[in-house]
């Protein structure tokens, strides 16, 4: 994998081998080779590594293999590993984290491509053309039948009860993929992506797991990539089909897992149910709301016309956001905060957007090399996905007070 990034993203200006390098490139089917890693092999580390490299090919792709990666053709033969039902989850996963980076190619690289980024730094980024996100959308239908959770029987014990089926990996990547959909511009993708009903069950999503922060990450960029567009019927759509307003009301108002309720999250009998996990995204998205019908009229109109939630906003969210506004607090904090909007760590931290499915991995990946002898190494792999769940679990919101 090292080798081929170095090679992909080769300078010619260091590298006295670079027309070979080209060459070599144009005349092999590098990107088919590595794709067909998908379907031969059952191993997540080569669909992890085969996925890597792809993603380095997106942020500095040689001309050969920029109109190769972002054709329709090598995008649907992608979907073809990944939607075929035999395969491990690994492969979806990966294939997915491949589409994301042809649509979005500055999100965070991880570990091992920032590791060669000097050398692949001068690379042009590859933008995914009209024709590729058309060929994306073409299994978007197939993608969303695997959000559906009430046939999975899979049950994973957690502190606060059980999940009846945990989200999963899979599942989280392709809310993620919907995120990251939503921010290419395309009037054809956002129009798909409401008559399928991919943002309203995503937002379902946000609620029927109120403990997987990374998922409510991604929804709440999916929420406030509606919010701030140019589409009108995509804010209508938040507003009214998806009901956000009437969600963030009924599960504030509840604030606890419900013993009634037939989601996936089940509370643990005989004991006191937990709070809820999503608070402090609810308290984000509702301040988003009211920021943003200051100048958009279908937004103010939605919240002044639902009386409960002007009485919310009185009576709860003023009050929440007097008691989180950190410069307020008297413990200690220098003074010249109380003349600052945001810091510099926070800007840089707002401004980008991290593969959160990848920290997850890295520290459950850390987690098990901590915990697991060699002896207990298949053990271990069987595991991964109850590792990933829990440590969504132990990652929670920061901001849920």
């Known amino acids: 994998m090292e080798v081929l990034i170095r090679l992909i993203g080769a300078d010619e200006t260091i590298y006295s081998n670079y027309a070979d390098t080209m060459q070599w490139l144009e005349n092999t089917d590098v990107l088919g080779m590595i794709a067909d890693k998908f379907s031969s092999s059952d191993s997540?580390?080569?669909?992890?590594?085969?996925?890597?490299?792809?993603?380095?090919?997106?942020?500095?792709?040689?001309?050969?293999?920029?109109?190769k990666i972002c054709s329709p053709s090598f995008v649907g033969r992608l979907f073809c590993h990944a939607l075929e039902g035999s395969r491990p989850k690994s492969v979806l996963v990966h294939s997915l984290s491949v589409c994301i980076s042809l649509l979005d190619p500055k999100r965070l690289a991880s570990a091992s491509y920032q590791a060669f980024r000097s050398?692949?730094?001068?690379?042009?980024l590859v933008t995914a053309s009209p024709e590729t996100v058309d060929g994306m959308l073409e299994s978007l239908g197939n993608l969303l039948n695997l959000l559906d959770t009430s046939t999975a029987e899979n049950v994973l014990p957690t502190t606060y009860g059980c999940l009846r089926p945990p989200l999963g990996k899979h599942r989280l990547k392709i809310v993620e993929f919907i995120s990251v959909l939503l921010t290419v511009g395309s009037e054809t993708a956002e129009q798909e992506l409401i008559s399928q009903s991919a943002i309203k069950r995503s937002i379902d999503l946000f609620f029927e797991y109120p403990y997987n922060n990374f998922l409510h990450h991604h929804v709440e960029n999916i929420i406030v990539s509606c919010l701030e567009g140019k589409r009108t019927e995509l804010v209508e759509h938040v507003l009214n089909e998806c009901d956000i307003v009437g969600k963030i009301l009924a599960a504030d108002k509840l604030s606890s897992l419900s013993t009634e309720s037939n989601g996936p999250t089940v509370p643990s009998e005989g004991k006191t149910p937990s709070k809820i996990g999503n608070v402090g995204h609810m308290t984000r998205i509702a301040n988003k709301l009211i920021q943003l019908g200051n100048s958009n009229s279908t937004i103010q109109t939605h919240l002044q016309g639902n009386s409960e939630w002007v009485e919310w906003q009185t009576d709860v969210l003023v009050r929440r956001n007097e008691v989180e506004n950190v410069y307020h607090w008297a413990c200690g904090r220098p003074t010249s905060l109380h003349d600052r909007g945001r810091d510099s760590d926070d800007d840089d931290f707002r401004d980008r957007d991290y593969d959160v499915a990848a920290l997850a991995n890295n520290l459950s990946q850390a987690f098990r090399y901590g915990i697991y002898s060699n002896d207990d190494i298949e053990e271990a792999q069987g595991s991964l996905e109850r590792d990933d769940e829990r440590m969504s679990i132990l990652m929670t919101n920061q901001l849920r007070w």
């Open 44 to 67: 997540p580390e080569v669909h992890a590594n085969a996925a890597e490299i792809l993603c380095a090919v997106t942020r500095c792709a040689p001309p050969s293999l920029a109109a």
């Open 119 to 124: 050398n692949v730094s001068h690379g042009a």
